[in-house]
């Protein structure tokens, strides 16, 4: 009886294809580890700053309704 094949989700696969290519861009542009982890903690600033500016503030004061 052979095992079952593993089964992976959408989300890993797509993980597995970014550490391939994260691998690949490592051996092409000699770059170390803690390079491409500085590089990393870059994009997540990054993408912290891009997601809190384009987020709605809810607790900004609206100007109430002007009467008629």
Known sequence: MMPAPPVHTTKN???MAVVHRLQQIMINENLT????VVCADV?????RKYNDISTPKSNVIQPAPRRP
């Open 43 to 47: 994009v997540r600033n990054n993408y």
């Open 33 to 36: 580890p803690d390079e491409l």
């Open 13 to 15: 696969v797509k993980l």
